[in-house]
């Protein structure tokens, strides 16, 4: 009867280590270097992102954004596109270490507080709270995706 614990515990690591390697750098509800979670019940400033592809290119309208230090702001997000998007906050370093794991497992889901993947003609929406002052990013991190333009700047002020 030992082998089933040890197999109980052989298969709670292995989830455990998926999950880890899975979503790097995210937020599940505490503070970050960028944020934290809103609340939905709360006001919130909407601002609306529309993503899609132009000429060669992927992009986000608006690209730069501009918010104060403790406002809370309710993305409504919509994909224009004719394939999958992302919008993921983050700072800059966290954003482009994800997309390197992104490279690795191209087909990851997120379901963070602070990302989102739409498809074609999709909507979504998140609401985060801007607790600290600084520059931060937001990026569609499917392969390829921020190489071909789809990133964009966040002041907080």
Same mark, same amino acid.
């Given at each position: ?24 750098? #995210? ?79 191209? @087909?990851?889901? #997120?379901? @963070? ?31 390829? #995706? ?12």
């Amino acid at each position: 009867m030992k082998l089933i614990p040890a197999l109980a515990v052989g298969l709670l690591a292995g989830l455990l280590s998926t999950v880890a390697v899975a979503d790097p750098g #995210h937020s599940h509800g505490a503070e970050t270097a960028y944020g934290k979670p809103g609340d939905p019940k709360k006001p919130a400033r909407i601002v609306q992102v529309v993503m899609r592809e132009a000429d060669g290119k992927m992009l986000f309208l608006p690209d730069t954004l501009t918010v104060r230090r403790g406002e809370q702001i309710r993305f409504q997000l919509r994909n224009n596109g004719a394939i999958d998007h992302e919008f993921v906050v983050g700072t800059v370093e966290a954003n482009l270490k994800h997309m390197k794991d992104m490279e690795k497992n191209p @087909d990851m889901e #997120h379901d @963070d507080p602070n990302a989102k993947r739409l498809k074609p003609k999709g909507a979504g929406e998140i609401v985060w709270q801007f607790t600290k002052a600084g520059k931060f990013d937001f990026s569609c991190l499917i392969p390829g #995706h921020r190489e071909a333009g789809m990133f964009g700047t966040i002041t907080v002020e």
